[in-house]
């Protein structure tokens, strides 16, 4: 059974800095592309930041890029989004998932298999 437990959300203020944890379990992690995405109340899904199988290329959406570093540890099963400068418009829920797939110009949420249970970030101004 395939687990991706997130945790490190909370309560920020503007200009903060938090870091995401999530940690994999019931499946081979270095054969799998990790993302990161967050939903707003009353917004879409986005994608946030991807990172390859073997943490050598990342992808990150305009809105976070110099402010959000996605990196993996395959040794500890865990995949981190560290993130920087934060915004009261970065508040969402924030999800990791993982993939099989990986194209370094395009992160398609449909292509994720698993999802974690999101964790909270909420940045006050």
């Known amino acids: 059974q395939v687990q991706l437990v997130e945790s490190g959300g909370g309560l920020v203020q503007a200009g903060g800095s938090r870091r995401l944890s999530c940690a994999a379990s019931?499946?081979?992690?270095?054969?799998?592309?990790m993302g990161w995405f967050r939903q707003a109340p009353g917004k879409e899904r986005e994608v946030v930041a991807a990172?390859?199988?073997?943490?050598?290329?990342?992808y990150y959406a305009d809105s976070v890029k110099d402010r959000f570093t996605i990196s993996r540890d395959n040794a500890k099963n865990t995949v981190y989004l560290q993130m920087n400068s934060l915004k009261p418009e970065d508040t969402a829920v924030y999800y990791c998932?993982?993939?099989?797939?990986?194209?370094?110009?395009?992160?398609?949420?449909?292509?994720?298999?698993?999802w974690g249970q999101g964790t909270q970030v909420t940045v006050s101004s």
């Open positions: 990172v390859n199988w073997s943490g050598s290329n990342a």
């Open positions: 019931g499946l081979t992690f270095s054969s799998y592309a």
């Open positions: 998932a993982g993939t099989r797939y990986y194209n370094p110009g395009v992160v398609d949420a449909n292509q994720y298999d698993y």
